[in-house]
Structure formats: structure tokens, C-alpha cells
């Protein structure tokens, strides 16, 4: 018999996966995207959600790195250049059809960022999860069929 079960968080849900596929080792899931011509990790329960662009409204005097504001269902989000903010060396890609908007999980703030494109997942079991690097701007680097791959470290955009 099935027991209809509500969950209080992702992790909780990842395990609960994991424990039905009779693992005993949670596993984490990352976003692969590109951002300024390079590709990252993403942790997924970071993003709250991934739309196409949308008209941005300019904020004065602003920092570089903020592109504008934008209301996405009711809600304004500022929506930061991470290329900018992280200091990549390469300039931003024009937007077309693979560009998004990814929404971050912020408890007070609503933030967004854009990027050039959404690849795919990676499932990373955590016995395979790099130490924290100490590194500004990423967790670490994950080894994939992509190359290594740095794990951005999210927080950081709302600093």
C-alpha cells in the first residue's frame, strides 16, 4: 500500500530516492550550463526555476554586473551578468535561442541569472563530491564526460 509522504526539503527528496533504489549513498544532482563561452555546475536546489528572457527594465546607477529587473509572476527579480560578477575573461554571448534566465532560492531575495545555455544534469554520488576548494567562486571540480567542470558556488551572486 502506498503512504502518501510530504517532503520539507530536496534533500529530503534525493533521499528518499536514493533509499528506494536501495542506495545507501545520497546522490546530488548539477545543472551544467555556459556562462560567457565557459561551462559550470550548478547545484540544482539552488534554482528555483528556468524561463526564457524576458524585457528587463534598466536600474540606474547599478552595478555592471546587474542587467536590470524583470517582474516574472509578480515577483521582481534582479537579474545579474555572472560572467561580470565573477570576473570571467570572456564577454557575454548575445542572447538567442538558447539563452535563459535561471531563478535562484534565496530566502529574502529574488535573483536571477542569466546564461547562455541549459545543458544537462550530472548525478554525483556524495563519496564522489571534491572537497571544498576554499575557492571564491567555486566548491570545487567535478570530473565528467564534459571535462572538468568547476562547481559555482552560488551564494557568492547574492554577496
Known sequence: MFKETEFSSTQEIRDAVSAAAGEDVAVFDYMRVQMNG????????AV???????????????PDHLMGVANIRGQIFCIVDPGK?????????????NSR???LRHARVNLGMWVEEVFDLH??????????TGH???TGVINTQHGDL???????LFD
Open 38 to 45: 565557459e561551462a559550470f555546475l550548478l547545484p540544482v536546489p
Open 85 to 97: 560578477a565573477l570576473h570571467l575573461k570572456q564577454a557575454r554571448k548575445a542572447q538567442d535561442t
Open 150 to 156: 568547476p562547481i559555482l558556488r552560488v551564494q557568492v
Open 136 to 138: 571564491v567562486y567555486q
Open 48 to 62: 528555483l526555476g528556468i524561463l526564457r528572457p524576458v524585457t528587463l527594465t534598466p536600474v540606474p546607477m547599478a
Open 101 to 103: 534566465f535561471l531563478l
Open 123 to 132: 548525478r554525483v554520488r556524495e563519496d564522489e563530491l571534491p572537497e571544498d
